[in-house]
């Protein structure tokens, strides 16, 4: 028998409602697990138990009072550690932001705290969400809870970690270049990146503004659909929200995709692909199309030109929004200078890890008088021509199905000082980000040393339920998640 902290969402929801276990019970499991296994897998950076207690104990008392609550009501939640959460320290896994408690909540906080969920604590990650293997953390590398000598992914690696090790019962990333999915496909578990401008970003402390957004990692589609039901929608805080009105998508999950036109894009599966992984992907589309999906090959050729174009205008974004940690107003100061431009010089060599300061001064040269036009220009232009190709698909087809990432995890130390090795691992997922997309990893199997395999499904803008039901009808021919042996 499953213990409470193994279960899925959607099981526990069901059994909340049907008070067959309280939330004190479920919330006491989960922080049981990870006082058993986090010391091995290093998720989280702050723990909430105290005030998770609290609040489970209002859920009961609402839950016996016979007050109606969301799906998600009294669900654990682990929470990135780059979104705001007032009272709880959000640090972006950085010693710039090592003390800083938020005087205020992101909007995806404040709309779990109205479906009165319950946030576990806030999860590891890359620094300030420049990585993709959780090792530029400042306090600790996240583990693989499948292989402890592995990496988790990034930067939400700790996200996907958590949720695999079940030490949240779902949890919300951030992704700017695949930083869900990627960790999802790493540690098996679901991970969808919604349309930009789906979900606020208000409260999200940014990386590349016009790539950001956040989004649920769970151990099943239905997990993911609750969440994303809950935290999407229109904010006046955030200039790029969308005005649309969205459907509860857990509840129109279905998993006939008869008729569904899927595409196959050459590009994906391509050099740098692993023979395991190609195959594990291939297989699951063709499992796809004996449930009456229809398989079409496509080509999207400026594929190969994306992971140029991306770290060139995420890193001139990152370059643009970590200007403001200078030591002045909030965050760590160096503390000894001569003068304010000692100062600053210090307080930002101290304060910012290897990737960060490397990301800053691509991002700063990129942007430079002489530069611009040369290559963030570029850039750009290369980011409309992407655009132009997905748009082009989406008229013929209904979902793209492409790997999530091109191998399987690595070893911890195996890439940390290789950073065009890093990069490579985002191939698969930048278009999404640079074309404003929706996206989901999905396990679809193991390799030969038993680490999870993800299949991406990308969507066009504002396709989360064809996507979410792509997804589950694979999921419910599949395997699904694997609870790792800790």
Request: aromatic content about 8%; charged content about 25%; glycine content about 8%.
């Amino acid at each position: 028998m499953l213990e409470l902290f193994e279960r899925n969402a959607c099981e526990l929801s069901d059994m909340l409602k049907n008070k067959e276990i309280s939330s004190v019970e479920l919330t006491q499991s989960v922080f049981s697990r990870i006082k058993a296994v986090d010391d091995k897998v290093n998720s989280y950076v702050t723990l909430n138990e105290e005030e998770a207690l609290k609040e489970a104990q209002e859920i009961d008392r609402k839950r016996i009072k016979g007050e109606q609550l969301s799906d998600i009501a009294g669900i654990p939640i682990g929470i990135k550690d780059n979104i705001s959460t007032k009272g709880l320290k959000t640090t972006c896994s950085s010693k710039m932001l090592n003390n800083y408690v938020p005087p205020f909540n992101a909007t995806v906080i404040n709309k779990l705290n109205d479906a009165r969920a319950v946030i576990t604590g806030k999860l590891n990650m890359d620094e300030f969400a420049m990585g993709s293997s959780t090792e530029t953390s400042y306090f600790k590398p996240t583990c693989n809870p499948h292989a402890l000598d592995r990496i988790p992914g990034g930067s939400s690696g700790g996200s996907a970690a958590a949720v695999a090790a079940c030490e949240a019962v779902v949890s919300l990333g951030s992704d700017t270049g695949g930083s869900i999915r990627q960790p999802a496909s790493y540690c098996g578990v679901v991970g969808l990146k919604p349309t930009y401008g789906a979900v606020s970003r208000f409260g999200l402390v940014a990386f590349a503004s016009s790539l950001d957004q956040i989004g649920p990692i769970g151990k099943c589609v239905k997990d993911v659909a609750m969440v994303q039901s809950v935290i999407n929608g229109h904010d006046k805080m955030d200039a790029t929200s969308a005005y649309k009105d969205y459907s509860d998508l857990a509840a129109n999950l279905t998993a006939d995709v008869k008729g569904l036109k899927i595409g196959v894009p050459k590009e994906y599966f391509g050099e740098g692909i692993d023979n395991e992984v190609k195959t594990s992907v291939l297989n699951a589309v063709k499992e796809l199309e004996k449930q009456g999906a229809v398989i079409k090959d496509i080509s999207l050729p400026s594929t190969d030109y994306a992971l140029s174009a991306y770290y060139i205008i995420s890193s001139a974004e990152a370059s643009s929004n970590l200007a403001r940690f200078d030591g002045v107003r909030y965050g760590y100061r160096t503390e000894n200078y001569d003068s304010l431009i000692d100062m600053y010089e210090k307080t930002r060599s101290e304060g910012f890890g290897d990737e960060v300061k490397r990301r800053i001064m691509l991002g700063t040269f990129v942007l430079s008088s002489g530069f611009y036009d040369a290559y963030y220009g570029k850039a750009k232009l290369l980011q409309k021509r992407i655009s132009e190709e997905f748009n082009g698909a989406f008229s013929d087809i209904d979902v793209i199905a492409a790997p999530t990432v091109p191998t399987t995890a690595f070893k911890i130390g195996e890439n940390i000082n290789d950073p065009l090795k890093m990069y490579a691992t985002d191939i698969c997922t930048v278009t999404v980000n640079i074309a404003g997309l929706p996206a989901i990893s999905v396990p679809c199997g193991t390799d030969s040393n038993k680490l999870p395999i993800g299949l991406q499904l990308i969507g066009n803008k504002f396709s989360e339920q064809k996507l979410l039901n792509t997804a589950y009808a694979y999921e419910s021919i599949s395997d699904g998640f694997i609870i790792p042996k800790l």
